[in-house]
């Protein structure tokens, strides 16, 4: 059974940092690509972040470039999403997310989600 569970969210001041983690089980996630998305009360889903699996590489959404970055753990099978900078706006809950679509940054495109974790940033 495919697990993917959050964790490290939080209350923090804007200008703090958080990191999130996605731990993942059930499944071997190498050919897989990971996505973090964010959804805040009253607005659609919006991808934040993507790595891909087996190569590391990954990328931001401009909404969050220059302040947050991706990356995984292979040896403990979670992903990392490290955010800098915070701002009020970012408050949301950040879910991570598995797809076999490369680089895709549409949450139809994802087979599997964790429960997500609360972010919230005070001003």
């Known amino acids: 059974q495919v697990q993917l569970v959050e964790s490290g969210g939080g209350l923090v001041q804007a200008g703090g940092s958080l990191r999130l983690s996605c731990a993942a089980s059930g499944r071997t996630f190498s050919s897989y690509y990971m996505g973090w998305f964010r959804q805040a009360p009253g607005k659609e889903r919006e991808f934040v972040a993507g790595?891909?699996?087996?190569?590391?590489?990954?990328y931001g959404a401009d909404s969050v470039k220059g302040r947050f970055t991706i990356s995984r753990d292979n040896a403990k099978n979670t992903v990392y999403l490290h955010m800098n900078s915070l701002k009020p706006e970012d408050t949301a809950v950040y879910c991570c997310a598995a797809t076999h679509f490369f680089s895709s940054t549409r949450y139809a495109d994802y087979t599997y989600w964790g429960q997500g974790t609360q972010v919230t940033v005070s001003s």
């Open positions: 790595i891909a699996w087996s190569s590391g590489v990954g």
